[in-house]
């Protein structure tokens, strides 16, 4: 969000005849500058900005963002610096070569939730088209703060779900297989009792049946750890994550996963959180082949060139059949949203046969 809001502060000082701009987020009672132009860097503005409120300086920005309406003060840089309350701040609101003062609220909805501060070039006029200008650029500013929002929300909303997800797992199965266990080896002591005989091949077989209950168990519980934080993504990499992920699918559902991944080193460029955000989808891909497509053979191929970045997970097996696949399905909305992230689009069709999930993220994503 900084970086956008930064892009829309220097369209809006070479736009109009504007020395500097802030665009600043008001949240729970603290303020941050999430996007300027035209100021020195001061990494302890904020801090200076607080020192100016406790002496007393009046804030027009404030005000505006309280109203919700637009504030314009012209001359106001001559009594800013006339005025000792804001003496902290007098370098650095010194150094541009402004005059006059604009404060437009960024509105979502129908509430404030931050400023666009406007410092206008001597001898400017603040004409109603140069105020509307202001205005629509604040109105981006807005509803960048609000898509960002937005997207925290979404990702807070899938966390929770996939914590829904996992302790419902945990509990049918975990859970279940430690009861089994409890009651097996209740049954095992009862065998060996003092003073009660028991063929071995009684004992041997409930030994047996801990023994595979403990091994299930344990196959679950690592399942499960590895969907929480695939080691292989942390250590070494998107590449060697879906290899370790492909081979585990295979030991346990006996799917066969063909790879065509791009080297190592290659894919190891993208963005951490991008590469977090593949495995996901391919994780969730496969998940889906073996619940719903009876496939005998997946395929995966993670792939950049010719300016995007390819995910695709095919198989052999029954299709979508001419049927759409449920829009709110929450394993669909996941990878939707992992994709959208980067700028990406989600298809899901028919592949001739079976399925074919299709991931596509333009290089400007990533």
């Known amino acids: 969000m900084s970086v956008t809001l930064d892009v829309v502060a220097r369209e809006v000082v070479q736009a109009e005849h504007i020395a500097a701009v802030q665009i600043l987020r008001v949240e729970g009672g603290t303020m941050r500058v999430l996007g300027k132009a035209g100021f020195t860097d001061a990494e302890d503005f904020t801090d200076r900005l607080e020192e100016c409120r406790r002496l007393g300086a009046r804030m027009m920005f404030v005000e505006a963002f309280r109203t919700g309406r637009r504030i314009v003060v012209p001359h106001r840089k001559a009594s ?6 804001w003496a902290p701040l007098h370098a650095i609101m010194g150094a541009p070569a402004w005059d006059s003062f604009v404060a437009v609220p960024l509105v979502v ?3 404030p939730v931050g400023v666009m501060n406007a410092f206008y070039a001597p001898g400017e006029i603040l004409d109603p088209a140069a105020l509307e200008f202001l205005d629509a650029m604040a109105d981006q500013a807005a ?3 609000d898509s960002a929002d937005l997207l925290a929300r979404s990702r807070h909303d899938a966390q929770l779900a996939e914590r829904a997800r996992l302790a419902r797992e945990l509990h049918d199965s975990v859970v279940q297989q430690v009861f089994s266990i409890r009651m097996q080896a209740k049954a095992l002591r009862a065998q060996v009792s003092d003073g009660r005989s028991s063929s071995p091949d009684r004992v041997h077989a409930v030994a047996d049946e801990v023994l595979q209950l403990a091994q299930d168990a344990l196959a679950d519980l690592r399942g499960l750890v590895h969907q929480l934080r695939p080691v292989e993504l942390v250590e070494r990499g998107l590449a060697a994550a879906v290899r370790a992920h492909a081979e585990s699918v295979r030991s346990l559902s006996r799917l066969a996963v063909a790879l065509d991944l791009d080297p190592d080193e290659r894919l190891a460029r993208l963005a951490v959180d991008l590469q977090e955000d593949v ?8 998940h889906n082949v073996i619940k719903h ?7 995966v191929r993670v792939r950049t060139g010719n300016g995007e970045l390819l995910v695709e997970i095919s198989d052999d097996g029954v299709g979508l059949a001419g049927r759409a696949p449920r829009a709110e399905a929450l394993g669909l909305v996941s990878m939707r949203e992992r994709a959208e992230r980067w700028g990406g689009r989600l298809r899901i069709g028919d592949g001739h046969p079976g ?9 400007g994503g990533w």
């Open 293 to 299: 497509a009876g496939a005998a053979e997946a395929v």
């Open 355 to 363: 399925c074919r999930v299709r991931v596509s993220i333009p290089n």
């Open 80 to 85: 800013v610096l006339a005025d000792p309350a």
């Open 143 to 145: 509803t960048a703060v």
């Open 109 to 111: 909805r129908g509430r």
């Open 279 to 286: 495995y996901r989808i391919v994780q969730e891909a496969l």
